[in-house]
């Protein structure tokens, strides 16, 4: 959104600048340098009005209306019905236009390229103004404010543009994106100039020019529909309160306000304000006017829809109303510019502006309809080959004729489908130029004849100047799919149709249109033509859709007829199928022009730029097609193929499948500007110089043509005209006169163009009225022709084939008649021979294998039969299902409901009969819920099972040796343990008997608590009283006024439903019981019935053995009827079923009503099934009667010697069945008679449980009649009561909390008290700073501790807020003492004690602690004392409000008590039950008589006497208990003293024991100190910590210990060898001086240096051993100092070595001397 800048130029337009409307309108387009005259064409007239157009009319003044025509905006003069016409500017249309409130300018938006809106100045119609810049394709709505400065505008897709206009400067006021979706209309605020609305598709949205910190902006609401469907808003209005009314597409008007749907207004009674969409249009004097799509125009009353209160949707009855017409749907509507006028112009989109007048009096004129035009897109229009006539037709299902020299309108026809195609027969076909062939979008074709009917009685030069008439001559439907193509053959034999069934149907011309045939085509018919050149045979070219062509000569077509089927076989046909070739020439071109190029690299960078060849795939459509010359004929393609006509001819390969084809055009012609602007319909002048195309942007176009040039290659310079809308108006048909004076065109939206091709001098010069044909001879005696308006009647073709099968069914029946005659004369002839051949003998008769002729005809009809049956069976499966489900519905409908239908059991020897009760079935839900706490139960046990099932952690030692110290742990540790155990026993016993002492304090409490106060009263007298209150009610009577209904007796309706249940499944049960009963005795008859026939049986057998003279008769047989088993009466056979069918053919004879009918049939049938039974019993029994009797009569003859014998034993068997069957027959009726007795008992308890029914069923209406008001109150009492019981709760919390608070403050009362008496107590009374250290104790200063450089230090500081209300002495920071000397008591005097000083400082520190938190624990019971005040208030309050609803609700009781009175109540009574007696006698009024149960009055009467009895038991009961008072009063005396005994026994025994008083309860629960018992433990585990490290050390120590001993050893070992080597030297040496004094004297140098060597190695080995001795030494020192524990003693020394001797030459080193082991 944004703001216009500021202009270039500061200068304003003038108000009388104005533009050249020559300069702006639109122009045609001519190729240059063609020498084509601009006035090739003229527009004459428009015939046509765009009625679906929103918005599509507006009101000039008086005699003027504008609307928009494609290109053109109309101005309509009302009064001449003359037409003036202004052109759009960019020549793309016209998108919306609005009129400006003086009348004096209108505003015309368009479309296009960057439309612009030109503000026209009337009545001059000089442009005024341009606006730029406003939206990029179109405009879609316009609207001036109130004072008519600023211009609204709204365009269309892509922008949605919202934009507000200083229309005058031609300046952009501001500027916003309206939405993302469609917008129909933009409207100023008639009462706040700041405020816009739009609407459209779905939404409507709220404006507002709102200024903000970066200008003026303009701010868009979206409404919110809230629970409301949405929907598209066609039209609003603004109420002056600032609420808007809008309509809505199902009929209702919706409220808006801030955004929001207030509420949805409709009709009373649940109807809508108006059928189909509706739209509110006018505000005036308290009323709003709506109108909608049926026609119906209704007035409101604004102040009931302004200040409408209640819910989502309110209903209001319009004030006025007024239909405009049927088939009426008003779209908009223009007022009357006359001050105070009524009359309205309303745009009527099926094709019509109506003239209203809205006054709603009794003077008002009916409405009046000025014009009327086609709805719609144009699908048909052709012209006669003989006068200036036009005929057209459109969806709307009319076809209108006009006379486009006058320009009028001659007369109209409607239909009862759209028309799609017409076409004007030639001369040759219909010499007066009346006929007209018109095609319908259900596949009708209807002759029409157009004459004047003044002439029917005058002669044919006779030319009449008025209307015209049209008459339906003929009507046949040969398509099953829309007609779209209608050709009459070059000399008018023929008729040729084509429709989108993909047929073209022949027909011969006549008087009657006769049909000849038809064929199928490829694809849906586009176009027909017949071909016209000379000598040529007669072809017809079909044109499909889908992009095939197919010729078809028309050669003998009767030849081609089948006998059963318009279906034309073999007819010769050629078929063409387009193939696609604009990508190859698109390419070709590019190539061509990369041949131009003279760089070869260029060349080459271009040509690997060229696409592939595309062949669009679906094929494109094809739009027109006509022939250039035999065999050769041009196409005019859409979609990818347009921009070219296709010149094209058919192929000499004939044999392939035309959908598999691919024909490609010879050549081709561009068109240009047409790639996006296919050719739709081509028309030629009558010299063929001039070829018309009408574009598929809605543009005419113009081709001068050379004559005879069929190739079309002069086809180059062209002239066009943009005259029909260019989005939708699409140039369908366009056509030339007989006299080529006149081009007129049709288009998709609606509009009818006519143009002249002469000057306007010479049409002057011209008839100006068209001449009507003239009738036919002889039209005015024919009758109307019929007219086929059923939609469902049969084509030409399903007719046909109706016929002749019905034809070959009729000749099958022949046939089929005659062979069952012939056959019947066989079998008679059969059944002749047979009969002879019983007659014959038996040795000569024929058996019935003798009399087959050929067993392979039996076995051959028997599996003939055998798949007949299977077949038969097969087809009748679904026909059995369906029967079987519908007769399953029947019976579930008319018997499912019926547990127990009426069975009636009739007894055998008297009238005396018992019927069961007809009881509807008790539906019963098999569905039962689970109970809702078994899932917290379920919870709860999964939730133990859940943590059982967890893993417990298992603890892993991280090291070998820590697990060795817990094994290995110290008797420190186990002690310990032992005193944590001991500690923990303690605990719990202490715990034991502090709960035993709580347990024990409870129960004192509860004992006291329980103790009753002197004046209660026992709990069961109260509790007796308060239920004796409860059941003794009211003694008032119900019908008494001010009877009050006790709160348990309360009735509503789940419980008077209850109570109607429970009674009714009462009556139910007991009417089962007797019906079973009834049922059992049924079944009992039945098998008695059984049981006699039986033994008839036995008697008939018996009696055949005596004689007739000795046969007692038997007891009539009983029969079971058909009231005894009704449920026969849906079972029947297949002989009853087939009586039925009969019966029913019979009936269906008859003229009779078929209700009556069936009703007669079923009841017939049911007497005749009856009848038919009793028959076939009787047969039955009488069969074997007549059985037994010829059995008897054979016996007779047999046995005829033995059966006086027998007769003995006979007659004491006949005796004893007879007895038998007579005594079962006696039972069965005593029992009848028995259950007849208690059922008529069992009637009169129902009917009075009956009369009950109706006395709750009356209640329950009754209790429906007050449950709203009854919940409503209710409810409020349950909200009441909740809030109560809320209050209360947070009143009890807060008298708790308020009793905390109050003991603490007692509590920090205490502590304060004691504070002052350990001062007291400190300072001593005796002392002689007393009154110093009291002051420095009361003073208000306190130790404040702050941190200086990270140090704390201490510091007093003085403050100085002390309370007035303070109990000590004022203020002590500084005072002065008696001598007037300063004294500093922040400084302890001279002579006074330090310690005692710095005591007295703490214990005021802890004393003004203490002023605080008291004060704060004050300040909270303060508050808290408020809160409780605030809800004690609250409380009462709502405890009137809960009484005040529980005496509304007693007062609903009470009035419904009173209505419940008023019912009747029907009691039956002998009149030995009344007693209320006059004079002996009943009296006729019984209003004041009392209606009482015998049995209640009994009771109460007993009840008299019970209360005497058990007075006197209460008698005897108070004195009990007034002795056991008395006793009771001694026991707890002699208790009370008891007590006493044994405190004092509990003193004496503490003193001596104790010395003192001490509390038990404190000393059983000691446990010790704990923080002793915790630094025991911590030192026994440091204890611990350390002896496990003392054996660490020990563990080294022995180690070194093991190091040493190993040291030791080794040097041991040493120092042996160096003994042994020291004895060796000694042995030696003593050789050595043996020998030296025998050896010669020259060897005794050399020898000696040998040894001294040796010696020399021997002391540097001591020397070396001595140093690691000493080094052991010192670290066994070091070590034997470092621990505690003393050292186990060392090694012993070892022995001092003896002195070696030494050596002559030298003595040994003083280390060795010293060695030790």
């Known amino acids: 959104m944004e703001k216009k800048n500021e202009m270039e130029s500061n200068t304003e337009l003038s108000v009388d600048v104005h533009y050249k409307y020559e300069e702006l309108c639109s122009r045609p387009y001519i190729t240059p340098n063609s020498q084509i005259s601009e006035n090739l064409l003229q527009l004459r007239h428009s015939f046509g009005y765009d009625s679906g157009l929103r918005g599509n009319l507006q009101l000039l003044d008086d005699r003027t209306l504008i609307f928009i025509a494609g290109n053109l905006l109309v101005l309509l003069d009302l009064s001449t019905k003359k037409q003036r016409y202004l052109r759009s500017s960019g020549g793309g249309g016209i998108g919306s236009i609005t009129v400006h409130l003086t009348k004096k300018y209108f505003a015309v938006a368009e479309k296009g390229n960057r439309p612009n809106i030109i503000i026209y100045e009337y009545p001059s119609l000089r442009p005024y103004r341009i606006l730029r810049d406003g939206t990029e394709k179109a405009y879609s709505s316009v609207d001036f404010n109130k004072d008519g400065s600023l211009l609204a505008s709204v365009g269309n897709s892509p922008d949605y543009m919202l934009t507000v206009w200083d229309w005058r400067q031609e300046q952009v006021t501001l500027r916003a994106k309206a939405i993302s ?184 004129l009916d409405p009046e309809r000025l014009f009327s035009f086609h709805a719609g897109a144009i699908q048909g229009l052709d012209v006669s080959k003989t006068s200036h006539l036009m005929a057209t037709t459109a969806t709307d299902r009319s076809v209108k004729v006009f006379d486009f020299l006058s320009n009028r309108e001659v007369t109209n026809l409607h239909f009862s489908q759209g028309g799609t195609v017409i076409n004007w027969a030639p001369p040759l076909v219909n010499q007066t130029g009346g006929l007209l062939v018109a095609g319908f979008e259900d596949g009708v074709v209807r002759l029409l004849e157009l004459y004047d009917p003044q002439k029917l009685n005058f002669g044919s030069g006779y030319i009449h100047k008025g209307g015209a008439k049209l008459r339906l001559k003929q009507a046949f439907r040969p398509h099953n799919g829309p007609v779209t193509a209608i050709e009459y053959k070059h000399d008018g034999v023929i008729l040729a149709t084509g429709s989108l069934d993909a047929t073209v149907f022949f027909f011969s011309v006549g008087g009657t249109y006769n049909p000849i045939g038809f064929i199928h085509v490829p694809g849906p018919v586009r176009a027909l033509e017949w071909s016209s050149f000379p000598g040529s045979e007669d072809k017809l070219l079909i044109m499909c859709q889908n992009g095939h062509v197919i010729e078809v000569q028309i050669v003998d077509l009767q030849a081609h007829c089948l006998a059963d089927t318009f279906l034309l076989c073999r007819l010769p046909s050629r078929s063409f199928r387009f193939r696609s070739i604009k990508s190859r020439i698109k390419r070709e071109e590019e190539i061509t022009r990369l041949q131009a190029l003279e760089k070869s690299k260029e060349k080459e960078e271009e040509a690997e730029k060229l696409s592939p060849i595309h062949i669009p795939d679906p094929p494109s459509p094809l739009f027109l097609g006509f022939y250039s010359q035999p065999d050769h004929f041009w196409l005019s393609m859409g979609g990818f193929d347009s921009g070219y006509l296709y010149h094209c001819k058919f192929s000499k390969n004939q044999d392939e499948d035309p959908n598999q084809r691919q024909d490609e055009p010879f050549h081709y012609l561009l068109v240009h500007s047409a790639d996006e602007d296919p050719i739709l319909s081509i028309t030629f002048s009558s010299d063929r110089q001039l070829m018309f195309c009408g574009m598929h942007s809605g543009a005419i176009r113009v081709y001068p043509l050379q004559p005879d040039d069929h190739s079309l290659t002069s086809m180059q310079a062209y002239w066009t005209f943009n005259l029909h809308d260019n989005q939708y108006g699409h140039l369908q048909h366009i056509r030339c006169s007989h006299d080529n004076k006149f081009v007129l065109t049709a288009g998709a939206d609606g509009n009818i163009f006519s143009f002249s091709m002469v000057p306007p001098e010479e049409l002057e010069q011209d008839q100006m009225m068209a001449m009507i044909p003239s009738p036919r001879v002889g039209l005015g005696d024919e009758p109307m022709a019929q007219d086929i308006e059923d939609q469902t009647v049969c084509s030409i073709e399903m007719a046909k084939q109706k016929l002749e099968k019905d034809h070959q069914y009729r000749e099958a029946q022949v046939k089929i008649t005659a062979k069952q005659k012939k056959l019947a004369e066989l079998q008679q002839k059969f059944k002749q021979l047979l009969k002879h051949n019983l007659s014959l003998p038996e040795h000569v008769r024929l058996n019935a294998l003798e009399l087959q002729i050929d067993k392979c005809f039996s076995d051959e009809a028997e599996k003939v039969k055998v798949q007949k049956v299977k077949e038969v069976k097969k087809q009748m499966n679904w026909d059995e299902e369906r029967c079987n489900i519908g007769l399953s519905k029947l019976q579930d409908y008319f018997r499912g409901t019926i547990g127990v239908d009426v069975v009636s059991v009739v007894a055998i020897q008297t009238n005396h009969r018992v019927s069961t009760y007809r009881v509807l079935a008790v539906i019963e839900s098999s569905a039962q819920q689970e109970s809702s706490p078994s899932m917290p139960h379920s919870d709860t046990t999964a939730a133990p099972a859940h943590k059982k099932s967890r893993p417990q952690p298992v603890e892993v030692s991280s090291s070998t040796s820590e697990d060795e110290g817990m094994v290995l742990r110290s008797r420190a540790m186990k002690q310990i343990d032992q005193q944590a155990e001991r500690f923990r026993k303690a605990a719990e016993k202490a715990d034991r008997h502090r709960a035993a002492i709580e347990k024990r304090k409870k129960e004192w409490a509860q004992l006291y608590v329980e103790k009753p106060e002197d004046d209660c009263e026992d709990p069961k007298d109260v509790q007796a009283i308060e239920e004796a209150k409860k059941n003794i009610g009211d003694l008032k009577l119900r019908s008494d006024k001010n009877f009050t209904v006790p709160k348990h007796l309360r009735m509503n309706t789940e419980t008077t439903m209850a109570k109607l249940k429970s009674l009714e499944e009462k009556i139910h049960g007991r009417q089962t019981k007797m019906n079973e009963r009834i049922m059992a005795l049924r079944d009992a008859k039945v098998c008695l019935v059984s049981q006699l026939l039986v033994q008839a049986e036995q008697l008939q057998e018996i009696q055949a053995g005596l004689s007739l003279s000795l046969h007692r008769p038997p007891p009539a047989l009983p029969t079971i009827l058909p009231e005894e088993t009704p449920e026969k009466k849906v079972q029947h056979s297949d002989d009853a079923l087939e009586r039925y069918r009969a019966l029913r053919e019979q009936r269906l004879t008859m003229e009779q009503e078929k209700q009556e009918r069936t009703t007669h049939t079923f009841h017939q049938l049911e007497k005749e099934v009856e009848v038919n039974e009793v028959q076939e019993e009787e047969e039955s029994s009488s069969s074997a009667l007549s059985t037994s009797s010829e059995e008897v009569k054979g016996g007779e003859e047999l046995e005829e010697e033995i059966r006086g014998e027998e007769e003995v034993i006979r007659l004491y068997e006949q005796d004893c069945l007879l007895e038998q069957m007579e005594d079962s027959i006696c039972q069965f009726d005593a029992g009848l008679r028995l259950l007849h007795h208690e059922k008529m008992n069992l009637d009169w308890e129902l009917k009075l449980a009956e009369l009950h029914q109706l006395k709750l069923y009356r209640e329950l209406l009754l209790h429906k009649e007050f449950k709203q008001r009854e919940e409503s109150l209710q409810d409020k009492l349950n909200k009441c009561m909740k809030e109560e019981a809320s209050i209360t709760c947070q009143l009890e919390e807060c008298d708790e909390n308020l009793k905390l608070r109050q003991a603490e403050v007692a509590k920090l009362q205490d502590k304060e008290k004691a504070v002052t008496a350990a001062f007291q107590a400190l300072v001593g009374e005796e002392n002689k700073f007393e009154k110093f250290l009291t002051k420095v104790f009361k003073m208000k200063i306190k130790c404040v501790k702050k941190e200086e450089n990270r140090n704390e230090e201490e510091e007093y500081s003085d403050e100085d807020s002390v309370d007035d209300d303070d109990d000590y002495d004022g203020d002590y920071d500084s005072v002065s003492d008696e001598e007037g000397a300063a004294v500093d008591y922040n400084v302890c005097p001279v002579g006074c004690e330090p310690g005692l000083f710095q005591d007295t400082v703490q214990l005021r520190e802890r004393r003004l602690d203490l002023e605080e938190l008291l004060l704060e624990k004050r300040k909270s019971v303060e508050a808290l004392k408020r809160e409780s005040g605030f809800l004690v208030k609250k409380q009462q309050l709502l405890k009137s409000n809960r009484k005040a609803a529980e005496d509304d609700m007693d007062l609903i009781h009470r009035e419904k008590q009173l209505k419940m009175n008023e019912l009747d109540v029907a009691v039956p009574l002998r009149l030995s039950q009344i007693e209320f007696v006059a004079d002996g006698s009943v009296p006729s009024d019984l209003t004041p008589a009392l209606v009482l149960d015998k049995k209640e009055l009994r009771r109460l009467q007993d009840r008299i006497k019970q209360f005497e009895v058990e007075k006197n038991q209460q008698k005897d009961l108070y004195s009990q208990a007034r002795q056991h008072h008395l006793k009771l009063l001694h026991d707890r005396k002699d208790k009370n003293a008891k007590i006493e005994e044994l405190e004092k026994q509990c003193n004496q025994l503490m003193m001596a024991k104790y010395g003192r008083m001490v509390d038990l309860e404190v000393l059983v629960t000691m446990t010790g100190s704990k923080t002793v018992e915790e630094l025991k433990q911590k030192k026994l585990l440091k204890e611990a910590e350390y002896v496990k490290e003392m054996k660490q050390w020990d563990i080294k120590l022995d180690e070194a210990h093991e190091a040493l001993m190993e040291l030791t050893r080794c040097n041991t070992e040493r120092l042996f060898k160096m003994t042994s080597l020291l004895n060796q030297k000694k042995e030696l040496e003593h050789q050595l001086n043996r020998r030296q004094r025998i050896m010669v004297r020259q060897f005794q140098d050399s020898r000696r240096c040998t040894n001294q060597e040796d010696v020399q190695r021997l002391q540097d080995v001591v020397n070396t051993q001595s140093q690691e001795i000493e080094s052991l030494r010192t670290e066994i020192s070091f070590l034997s100092c470092k621990g505690v524990h003393v050292l186990p003693p060392g090694p012993p020394r070892l022995p001092q070595a003896t002195q070696l001797p030494r050596c002559p030459s030298k003595a040994l080193s003083p280390g060795v001397k010293n060695m030790t082991c």
């Open 181 to 364: 979706q469609e917008v129909f209309k933009v409207r100023f605020s008639p009462h706040n100039p700041e405020l816009l609305t739009s609407s459209g598709f779905g939404h409507i949205k709220f404006w507002e020019m709102a200024n903000t910190w970066t200008g003026l902006k303009l701010l868009g609401y979206i409404g919110r529909f809230g629970a409301t469907d949405p929907t598209d808003i066609e039209g609003f209005m603004e109420l002056p309160g600032g609420k808007v009314v809008s309509g809505s597409s199902w009929g209702n008007l919706l409220l808006w306000e801030h955004s929001t749907i207030r509420m949805e207004i409709g009709r009373t009674n649940g109807q809508r304000c108006h059928k189909g969409t509706s739209h509110p249009f006018f505000l005036e004097e308290g009323q709003m006017m709506t109108f909608g799509s049926d026609g119906m125009i209704r007035v409101w009353d604004i102040d009931s829809i302004d200040f409408a209160t209640g819910g989502s949707k309110y209903e209001l009855d319009p004030m006025n109303e007024k239909l405009v017409g049927r088939n009426v749907c008003i779209c908009s509507m223009v007022r009357s510019s006359q001050p105070d006028s009524t009359m309205w112009f309303a745009q009527d989109s099926s094709g019509a502006i109506w003239k209203v007048d809205l006054s709603f009096t009794h003077t008002s």
